[in-house]
């Protein structure tokens, strides 16, 4: 038996990669997929919601995927009740009858034999590759897109988990966001080495406790040292004894407790501008400066403005108290620490706070800060970029750091979304690369920075391609709610996912132009909408080579204009609409949002159509005419007079269908 794990079967279900003419459950029953479910990746049953038909009854319920039927009882299936809607059981072998709980037979489909060859040879590639970064090799072939989906979806992964650590501490101050940031501050300034016993030192202390003391920088700084039990009982360092003195003052006044041994600081190893005690000192300057921590750093055109600090000339010339350095320390912190706490402490916080109002714009100025930060040069980011993939920013680096520990060091290739597009069937990566599609990523690249994706991959999606690519604009990939669609290509240009994914949401307006490529105009209306909304965008026309706009001609943002199509002088088109092959729109008419015109139809001077007018196939609209609001108009048919808000109208000459 092949080894591979039951995510392997998952996916060649989620994608339907075997073979599907004449399929029997192993009763010998006909088998048709009419709907393979939603993959659920939460407990229960793998794909709920699904639709099959065996024999001549289609049954709607749940599917789940074993490597073996027998891994039913071993995973305790038969004892859960959330398992007894399991309609079909996907299995690569059948090799003990299942029976649900009440004892009747579930069926089950035997995938051994019937995987295409295609997606088993390139598993069995990519799980042997030697590498650490098992797809390495073919990084550097993939579209960007994809890579950058799969960015992003890693880095609000690591985001998501920062921001768990964020709100454990928010919960035990009841939502404190004052406490909750110092806090937080806190156990970033302790970076990897000291994190632990940083957030404890801020825990021995409250926030409230070190405002009352304002600017105050030296009482704060020997609260702090003190209650870090890194004040030496004797000191011969009169700097040290001044802190000393103003540490028992205060520990008194405020009944504080320690909590913290001095040993607990780690510092073999550390350098000295990372030591504990100039790391508080500079903490005590950042508190002085900002009474209100949560405000000052909330500030998203001044949170910068937080670290601009100076530490005082001793903590330049000491890494501890009584201690020396040998070489003067600087009294600023240097730009890598300012990137590390954007990065590690500021960030996490707008996301948190976004998550905590519903909010997502903070969510986009994570986005827009780490793009704007210049990526971090660690072991892991050389990695990838040994295989040609160069982070351009944090945003790219936090990215890869999440995708190489949650991913590739795990071998989780198949959750990757790269990993899923090395296993489809007809795309032998590591054995040669597609002349057509070298042909056509050579051409893109040539012509446009900009790319567009097309939101929706039927109807008008195809000859949208075919516009955008004889106009020579990169087309990088489709959306479409239809989740069948998924991982499929249209003319080697992927469907990528769904149009409401933010992942491939937040590449438009920045990164890539958007075209709405959908029939349904309350849908087109929906995605439209949203692309405003989410993403401050509006779509960009797709106008085909061959058709004729008068330069008089007003034209509005979105529009489907396919071959052939005339529009003449002085003619007013909206935003939205839907052109189809051989309309003709004559002088003067005014077409507004959202109007769809069938191929060959005409619409006459001086015509009014209003918004969400449909017009089918060659009909002929006379001059003057004014087709209302949603109105409708039959294939082939002749309208001479005015058309009401909503009707619909049929024949030569058009009347009202009742």
């Known amino acids: 038996m092949m080894d591979f794990k039951e995510d392997l079967l998952q996916m060649v279900w989620k994608y339907q990669y075997f ?93 051994k034999g019937k995987i295409w060859l295609d997606v088993l040879r390139n598993y069995e590639r990519l799980v042997s590759s030697k590498d650490e970064i098992l797809c390495g090799s073919e990084l550097k072939d993939f579209l960007p897109i994809i890579k950058f989906s799969m960015l992003e979806k890693a880095l609000v992964e690591r985001l998501e988990k920062k921001s768990t650590q964020l709100i454990k501490i928010l919960e035990e101050i009841k939502n404190d966001w004052e406490e909750g940031t110092y ?9 990897k080495t000291n994190s632990e016993a940083m957030l404890r030192l801020a825990e021995s202390i409250p926030y409230r406790t070190l405002q009352k003391h304002g600017k105050q920088s030296v009482v704060i700084e020997a609260i702090l040292l003190g209650q870090a039990d890194l004040i030496p009982e004797d000191t011969n360092d009169e700097y040290g004894k001044h802190l000393k003195k103003e540490y028992d003052f205060y520990q008194k006044k405020y009944s504080l407790k320690k909590t913290i041994h001095h040993q607990e600081w780690k510092m073999m190893g550390v350098r000295p501008h990372n030591f504990p005690a100039v790391r508080i000192a500079q903490l005590a300057q950042i508190l002085s400066n900002n009474p209100n921590l949560f405000s000052s750093v909330n500030d998203a055109a001044a949170f910068k403005k937080v670290f601009e600090i100076q530490v005082p000339d001793y903590w330049q010339q000491h890494f501890r108290i009584g201690g020396l350095s040998q070489k003067r320390l600087s009294k600023k912190l240097s730009n890598n620490t300012l990137a590390l706490l954007t990065i590690n402490f500021t960030v996490p916080l707008w996301y948190t706070y976004g998550q905590y109002l519903q909010d997502s714009e903070w969510k986009e100025k994570c986005f827009d800060v780490l793009q704007d ?246 009909v002929i609209i006379v001059s003057g005419v004014t087709l209302g609001k949603n109105a409708r108009v039959g294939a082939g048919s002749v309208v001479i007079s005015d058309v009401k808000d909503g009707e619909t109208v049929f024949g030569n000459p058009a009347v009202k269908i009742k």
């Open 373 to 618: 930060l210049a990526a971090e040069d660690n072991f892991i980011i050389r990695k990838f970029s040994f295989h040609s993939w160069k982070a351009q920013n944090a945003f790219d680096s936090q990215g890869m750091l999440g995708l190489y520990h949650d991913y590739c060091k795990p071998k989780k290739c198949l959750e990757c979304k790269i990993g899923q597009n090395l296993l489809k069937p007809g795309r032998n990566w590591f054995l040669v690369k597609s002349p057509i599609y070298r042909t056509f990523a050579i051409r893109i690249q040539k012509t446009m920075e900009k790319p567009v994706i097309i939101l929706g991959a039927k109807g008008i999606a195809h000859p949208a391609l075919e516009i955008f690519n004889s106009n020579q604009v990169i087309v990088y990939g489709f959306l479409d709610e239809d989740e069948k669609l998924h991982g499929t290509e249209i003319n080697v240009v992927p469907v990528l996912g769904n149009p409401e994914d933010d992942g491939f949401l937040k590449l438009i307006g920045k990164k890539t132009e958007a075209f709405v490529a959908v029939d349904d105009n309350k849908y087109r209306q929906f995605l439209v909408k949203m692309l405003i909304d989410k993403r401050k965008v509006q779509p960009i026309n797709a106008i085909h080579q061959t058709s004729y706009i008068s330069t008089d001609a007003e034209l509005g943002h979105g529009n489907f204009i396919n071959a052939q199509v005339n529009i003449g002088a002085g003619a007013k088109i909206g935003s939205h609409c839907i052109f189809n092959s051989g309309a003709i729109v004559d002088h003067g008419a005014a077409i507004e949002d959202f109007v769809q015109i069938g191929a060959g139809a005409i619409v006459n001077s001086n015509t009014t159509i209003k918004e969400g007018a449909f017009i089918g196939s060659g």
């Open 19 to 111: 073979e599907k003419r004449q399929l029997t459950t192993t009763d010998g029953l006909s088998l048709e997929v009419k709907k393979i479910g939603y993959h659920n990746f939460y407990e229960g049953p793998d794909f709920l919601e699904a639709l099959i038909k065996i024999g001549n009854l289609e049954h709607f319920g749940h599917v789940e995927v074993h490597r073996k039927s027998s891994d039913w009882k071993n995973h305790a299936h038969d004892s859960d009740q959330r398992y007894d809607a399991v309609i079909l059981h996907v299995v690569w072998e059948d090799d003990k009858p299942i029976l649900r709980n009440d004892g009747s037979h579930i069926p089950t489909l035997e995938l």
């Open 183 to 191: 806090r937080w501050l806190f156990q970033c300034f302790g970076f």
